[in-house]
């Protein structure tokens, strides 16, 4: 694990939901959007949800390489939004929705702008870095935390506390 990170923090697939119905919530009154574009891959499960309750339908992405596992990179575009999108003025991007599970350093945030200026960009999560770079999240956590999605974790054995606490135990 990267040094910077000395924290873990698990979602479940509920947890997920929930939060990205309340982001959904929160992006009502700024309506109607016209699309979405989600940042692959985090950005696809929360896009869907979005888009399900504010019954918008058209929907494209963006694929930014910007992690290796935990060490984050400069970031690359691998795949760009359709013409139609970036091809919109940016009176007409500003009824579009960017949708990304995190906002980490701001780096894929910052790439993702320049691509598409004006749009309205929303994350699940944010940390206090890359927080500036997105108009709407629900939920900040610490800089030093490394967020465990559900599609990243598989249920496995985990052994009882007190036998892990065992005198002689791992030792």
Partial sequence: MASTYNKMFPVSWHELHRDAKALAWKLVAGGPWQGIVAITRGGLVPAAIVARELDVRLIDTVSVASYDHMTQNSGRILKSVSPSVIGSDASQLRHWLIVDDLVDTGGTARIVRELLPGAHF??????????????????????????????????????????????????
């Fill in 122 to 171: 929303a994350t699940v999560y944010a940390k206090p870095a890359g927080k500036p770079m997105v108009d709407t999240y629900m939920t900040e956590v610490s800089q030093d935390t490394w967020i465990l999605f559900p599609w990243d974790t598989e249920p496995q054995f985990a052994p009882p506390i007190a036998a892990a606490n065992a005198p002689g135990a791992g030792r």
